[in-house]
């Protein structure tokens, strides 16, 4: 039987090669793989419960509810713009949620807050902090080139943010040179 499920904290290539890999190794055919979702061939009840385990212990789960889906649907349409650098939307943030998702943004943003207890403008923050320190240790780019990167006007608003959500300066983290980076799947 072909099942297509939706899969929680799957944010990144990496998360798709370790299940390709698992699932091949497993014997599960996997027809169609993308971040937060795949599409299997599963044979009996015993093939879905290896499949559940693997996904429990790679840290990932199905997700069940309409409002859970539509909340990774909008964290991996945030990390998708993280991964265009530099990314430089052309509208606003709302719009291009709205857009992508088909949705109005007040249903969007209601329900991202309930699911994950923070506003999706809160949660993009999160998200560009952690590329900012990913920046900072690729040591390629200056601060204002990173800042440019992710569509800060100024400098020093992105020192602010980065200050209020690491509680160090920018040029502290540098210098510190400990990861302290968080994986894009806890940041919530």
């Given amino acids: 039987m072909v099942k297509k499920l939706f899969i ?3 944010v990144c290539d990496r998360c798709i090669k370790v299940l390709r890999t698992e699932f091949r190794t497993e014997g599960i055919e996997l027809l169609e793989i993308e971040l937060g979702q795949i599409k299997v061939y599963i044979e009996d ?22 409002e859970k889906r539509l909340t990774e649907n909008v964290k991996i349409e945030l990390i998708h713009i993280l991964n265009r650098l530099p990314f430089g939307l052309e509208e606003r943030l709302s719009r291009y ?24 403008e ?6 560009k902090i952690e590329k900012v320190k990913e ?12 800042g440019q990167m992710l569509d800060y006007k100024h400098l020093n608003h992105l020192s602010r943010q980065f200050k209020n959500e690491t509680g160090m300066s920018l040029t502290d983290y540098k ?3 400990k990861n302290c980076r968080h994986s894009l799947d806890k940041i919530v």
């Fill in 8 to 10: 929680q904290n799957m």
């Fill in 45 to 66: 009840v015993s093939q879905y419960e290896c499949l559940l385990n693997i996904l429990e212990n790679d840290g990932f789960s199905i997700i069940d509810t309409p």
């Fill in 97 to 120: 949620l709205s857009r992508k998702l088909q949705q109005e943004y007040s249903k969007i943003s209601k329900v991202f807050s309930l699911t994950e207890e923070i506003t999706i």
């Fill in 122 to 127: 809160k949660y993009f923050i999160k998200l």
């Fill in 135 to 146: 920046l900072i240790q690729q040591q390629e780019y200056n601060f204002t080139e990173i």
């Fill in 175 to 177: 210098a510190n040179q």
